[in-house]
């Protein structure tokens, strides 16, 4: 366990007794004079209690007892995890607008000391929940929070981009029929074993995922996040794809709509819907109420498209960080709490349940649209993308099937992928195999133009003045035999032929050429050594012709 950050703490910890003390109209501690955090060894992936220990501490301390109250802070808690907070005494004890910490060792046999100590103050004290309290006090991010989502917000990104985008492109290029669950345990195994898409300076093992990734498609849109990826196999239609990842315990969301083959009317929804998602950012800034925010958002709807109205999402965002989904500070018609500077959102709207009469199965005559991104609320102005890496521009997620080629497929149109560094392995571009192989072809290619020049040309005159190659053609100033192979001479020295003979039968002549070759060597006085018994060998050439004297003048010497 690495040393806890004390500065980050007494700040931290400032802020959180400010709220307790204040007069706000957002205080929500409810007259509170203790706060008790208990952290167990549940294996819960979100917990409150588990989200105020990583904020104040840096660190989940399990089996450990935390109570707040005016002028003490009581830990009871492990040898090990009391010596964790050792430094944290001196620096309460130089902050007089701060309690003191005291720490109890759990002991193996009973508690039972410690814990009557711990209660006094509490005894007399009503239970009530103030997890909303906490919530709304951790929103806005310090700089050493904000480095942390931006990280996270880079390997989601990266994940998508890379990873999730082509896996959807290859599927629907080559027809395959894949589940969206195969799809999503594929992209939670690259997120937990590939490094490829981690950044410089990310430990790796603090990365994980927020929830199971999820795959929408085929008419059957549920527009959230605590939905699961189906049994049903990937329709190519509308696709929405859901992706959230955490390192260091802070959250990062967005979320994509693909297109194959959309209609000009789905392209003018999405357009549309994308100009709501602008809308929402110049309105989130600080200041303003969450159900204004909405409200703005909705009107806009209204105003523009009416008849959409009615399909879109209730709710179009909600505050995020160590909890991946804040409940109490959704961005909603009855959520009157008001923005922060540094508080990061995952602002997600989109359309759910509209037609589309032209599609030619009925799977695609229902799509819904559906993106989000993690975003900054900034001290003025509009918010501020923290997953701008992952476009959602129209040309970067719509697949346009064009003409079917040779293999009988549709090409895809790849213009969306224009943008994507991975693009030199489809189509369009060529791998460095594929590269290679090319440059070696062109290789041969000169170099067999260049052979070419190199046999003697013209042929000489042959068969009643007809230019043609002879049959053979003997050159003795190189001691090499020129004959015709699959129409190209192909050149033999003749110390590899090892007889010629000539027979006749009927009308038709034979001149065969016999060569030397391993195993074949018997009767050859200086014995030959072939460097390669295992390569392939000529052992004989057979040649045929309706007229003899053709055959006759088969040996043509030259030169």
Not at 187 to 208: M, S, Y
Request: glycine share 6%; net charge negative.
């Amino acid at each position: 366990m690495a040393n806890v950050d004390a500065n980050a703490f007494a700040d931290r910890l400032s802020k959180l007794y400010a709220s307790w003390e204040s007069a706000d109209e957002d205080n929500q501690w409810n007259d509170m004079d203790a706060l008790v955090v208990m952290v167990g060894r549940d294996d819960v992936l979100y917990s409150k209690s588990t989200a105020l220990q990583t904020w104040l501490f840096g660190y989940e301390l399990t089996d450990t007892l935390c109570v707040f109250c005016a002028n003490e802070i009581h830990v009871l808690t492990s040898k090990k995890k009391a010596d964790f907070l050792t430094p944290l005494h001196a620096v309460l004890k130089g902050k007089k607008d701060l309690p003191t910490l005291k720490t109890y060792l759990r002991s193996k046999d009973d508690d039972t000391e410690s814990l009557v100590t711990i209660s006094s103050g509490i005894k007399n004290s009503k239970a009530v929940d103030v997890s909303a309290a906490f919530a709304y006090v951790s929103a806005p991010k310090d700089e050493t929070e904000l480095d942390l989502i931006k990280k996270a917000c880079q390997i989601t990104c990266n994940v998508f981009s890379k990873h999730v985008k082509k896996e959807i492109v290859t599927i629907v290029d080559e027809e395959k029929r894949v589940k969206h669950s195969k799809i999503a345990d594929g992209i939670d195994q690259v997120v937990t074993t590939e490094k490829k898409f981690i950044p410089a300076g990310v430990d790796a093992d603090q990365v994980e995922i927020c929830y199971s990734p999820i795959i929408q498609s085929g008419g059957d849109y549920q527009l959230k996040f605590s939905t699961v990826s189906s049994e049903e196999k990937l329709h190519f239609g509308t696709i929405i794809c859901y992706l959230g990842i955490r390192y260091k315990s802070y959250c990062s969301n967005i979320v994509r709509t693909m297109f194959v083959q959309p209609t000009q009317e789905m392209q003018d929804h999405y357009e549309f819907l994308l100009s709501v998602y602008d809308k929402a950012l110049e309105n989130l800034k600080e200041g303003v109420k969450l159900s204004d925010v909405y409200s703005a958002v909705y009107d806009y709807v209204g105003q523009q498209h009416p008849e959409l109205q009615e399909s879109f999402t209730k709710t179009i965002g909600f505050a995020m960080g160590i909890e991946f989904r804040e409940g109490s500070l959704p961005i909603a018609p009855k959520c009157n709490l008001t923005v922060k500077k540094g508080m990061v959102f995952n602002i997600n709207l989109g359309f759910s349940g509209l037609a589309n009469p032209s599609a030619e199965d009925e799977e695609g005559k229902t799509y819904a649209i559906f993106i989000g991104d993690t975003v900054l609320v900034e001290e003025s102005g509009p918010a501020t993308e923290l997953t701008a890496l992952s476009k959602k521009k129209l040309s970067s997620i719509a697949i346009f099937l064009g003409n079917e080629g040779e293999n009988g497929k549709a090409s895809i149109n790849t213009d969306m992928l224009q943008d994507q560094k991975w693009l030199d392995r489809t189509r369009k571009e060529m791998t460095a195999e594929e590269k290679r192989k090319t440059h070696q072809s062109e290789l041969s290619r000169h170099m067999n133009e260049q052979a070419k020049c190199r046999v003697p040309t013209p042929y000489p005159v042959f068969l009643g003045g007809v230019e043609s190659p002879p049959l053979t053609l003997c050159l003795q100033k190189y001691e090499a035999l020129i004959l015709p192979i699959h129409g190209y001479p192909t050149p033999f020295h003749i110390s590899t032929v090892k007889n010629i003979s000539k027979s006749e039968e009927g009308e038709y002549t034979y001149l065969r050429i016999n060569f030397f070759h391993p195993g074949g060597s018997l009767g050859r006085v200086d014995g030959v050594v072939f460097p390669d018994g295992e390569a392939t060998f000529v052992k004989e050439i057979l040649f045929s012709g309706g007229h003899i004297c053709l055959v006759r003048s088969g040996v043509f010497l030259g030169p």
